[in-house]
């Protein structure tokens, strides 16, 4: 009998779990450990902040579901991996103290560096919780004139919700008549070309903020913020009424000091998902450190591939399953003009770009897909 643990309950962890579950006899033990019980289909956040669906609409029940594939669920904070004596510590929760297993998923996501931009924590909104969504939904409500700035900081690598939410502003105030009483401005660190990493894509995109009005500016590396005005590192200063800013991201403090992480604490792995230099330790999702916009559908693919190396091991098998690593998202709300892009980030092929009101319809199916399949 293998006992295997998995940790986080995300993208990652689930799909990693309930593979497993199909994958592995009865025999074995899968355990999977998270810090809440619900599920969130962060996606679907832009939506929630902007009214457009409840709570209720982007989580659900993680124990119940887990345990209907035979999974054991444990609600607790993880503090620390030692992938050395296979030990995992917990902090407190359903259980406290040392978690021994044979076979572990690493699926804990990407820390928030809030502390690297001073005044980020009085001063900006973001929308990377169902609380922080809702808060910045109800800020959204009471700007009726002024001035709304959407933007990433340097090392965020999540850009699909900050231009998705500037859009979703603009179409906000448009059917409300205000639109001409608020100016909007997306920020980034680098260029759209960089960020989408494709020059057909970044063009679409720009017309895209051109019709709806909405001013880009590039290379703004945003280094702190007071009550209104975000201070780059070259001493720009951009002037808001309101902020909604994604901020540095850094991998899982739970896997530092070990020896198996890069510089800003990603795990690093090799294509099979096996942490580089271990056996019987794999890492899926914003945790690792590939390059790139950090997404749920690679967190997804990762934990597929993560899963079927395990159970071969566990079978006495070398891990033969490799991961590729492609970058395919919707940029939902732009009506008419929703853009979906398709990119291989191992290859210097081209991006597929696509455009079109079908594309907003195709991410609202693919979360309900999520809720039937996965809860
Ligand atoms: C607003 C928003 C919009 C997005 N839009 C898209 C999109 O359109 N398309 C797309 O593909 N991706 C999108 N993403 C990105 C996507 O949600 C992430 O890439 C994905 O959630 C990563 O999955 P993960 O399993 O690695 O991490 P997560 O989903 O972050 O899961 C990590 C899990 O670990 C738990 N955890 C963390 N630390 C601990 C600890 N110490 N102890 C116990 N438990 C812990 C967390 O509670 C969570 O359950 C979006 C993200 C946001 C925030």
Redesign the pocket.
């Known amino acids: 009998m293998a006992k295997v643990l998995i940790?986080?309950?995300?993208?990652?962890?689930?799909v990693a779990a309930e593979r497993l579950a199909e994958q592995l006899g009865d025999e074995h033990q899968i355990t999977l450990?998270?810090?809440?019980r619900q599920?969130?289909f962060?996606?679907a956040?832009?939506r929630l902040a902007f009214g457009k669906c409840r709570p209720a609409d982007v989580s659900f029940d993680l124990r119940q579901s887990m345990l209907n594939r035979k999974v054991n669920f444990i609600e607790?904070?993880?503090?620390h991996i030692d992938p050395f004596d296979r030990i995992v510590t917990i902090?407190h929760g359903e259980i406290a103290g040392k978690l021994g297993y044979d076979y572990l998923i690493f699926?804990?996501?990407?820390r928030l560096a809030t502390e690297r931009i001073p005044g980020f924590y009085e001063h900006a909104h973001h929308?990377?919780s169902v609380d922080k969504?809702i808060k910045f939904g109800k800020a959204i409500h009471r700007l009726y004139e002024g001035r709304a700035v959407f933007g990433q900081c340097r090392d965020a690598r999540?850009p699909?919700?900050v231009y998705?939410s500037a859009f979703a502003m603009a179409r906000s105030l448009e059917e409300n008549g205000k639109r001409d009483s608020v100016a909007i401005t997306v920020v980034s660190p680098t260029t759209l070309e960089s960020e989408l990493g494709d020059i057909a894509a970044a063009a679409a995109l720009k017309k895209a903020f051109d019709a709806h009005r909405i001013r880009f500016l590039p290379n703004l590396n945003i280094e702190s913020l007071t009550e209104q005005s975000a201070i780059t590192t070259s001493g720009d200063i951009v002037g808001f009424d309101l902020l909604m800013l994604v901020p540095p991201f850094r991998g899982?403090?739970?896997a530092s000091y070990v020896g198996i992480t890069d510089d800003n604490g990603y795990i690093n792995v090799d294509a099979t998902m096996r942490v580089v230099g271990h056996e019987r330790i794999y890492a899926?999702?914003?945790?690792v450190n590939l390059d790139g916009p950090?997404?749920?559908?690679?967190?997804v693919r990762q934990?597929e591939v993560a899963a079927m190396n395990l159970a071969a091991e566990i079978d006495g098998k070398e891990p033969s399953s490799r991961y590729q690593h492609e970058l395919?998202?919707?940029i939902a709300g732009l009506g008419n003009d929703a853009l979906y892009l398709h990119k291989d980030l191992w290859s210097d092929e081209p991006a597929t770009v696509r455009q079109g009101r079908f594309w907003n319809w195709a991410?609202r199916v693919q979360k309900k897909y999520w809720e039937v399949s996965h809860s």
């Open positions: 940790l986080g309950g995300g993208f990652g962890g689930v450990v998270s810090r809440s599920f969130v962060y996606p956040l832009v607790a904070e993880v503090a902090a699926a804990l996501g990407r929308l990377l969504a999540l699909v919700p998705e899982s403090s739970a899926v999702g914003d945790c950090k997404m749920g559908h690679m967190a934990a395919r998202f919707v991410k």
